[in-house]
């Protein structure tokens, strides 16, 4: 059974920072890739960065340049490090995984930014 549990969510300013966790048991990061997406209130879900299994990397234009996805094959964990935070970049954040061709999703952890 594929399980992600995110974590590191928390309240900070704009222009801070906070680093975000996906433990993974059942499947293994380096060899399956992963995303990271967030939903705010009243929005659909949506992509922020993913990690293919060979390590390249994509990001939504809204976090380019602030956001790096990174991720630690001896821990089986998968990071979302969050510079010069906005507002808007506040958000049930999510990591998810395809596994046998289905979407598996951790519990979502919250971050929000304040002015």
């Known amino acids: 059974q594929v399980q992600l549990v995110e974590s590191g969510g928390g309240l900070v300013q704009a222009g801070g920072s906070l680093r975000l966790s996906c433990a993974a048991s059942?499947?293994?990061?380096?060899?399956?890739?992963m995303g990271w997406y967030r939903q705010a209130p009243g929005k659909l879900r949506e992509l922020v960065a993913g990690?293919?299994?060979?390590?390249?990397?994509n990001y939504a234009d809204s976090v380019k340049g602030r956001f790096t996805v990174s991720r630690d094959n001896a821990k089986n964990t998968v990071y979302l490090q969050m510079n010069s935070l906005k507002p808007e970049d506040t958000a049930v954040y999510y990591c998810g995984v395809v596994h046998r061709y289905l979407e598996v999703w951790g519990q979502g952890t919250l971050v929000t930014v304040s002015t």
């Open positions: 990690l293919t299994f060979g390590g390249k990397t």
């Open positions: 059942g499947i293994m990061f380096s060899v399956n890739g």
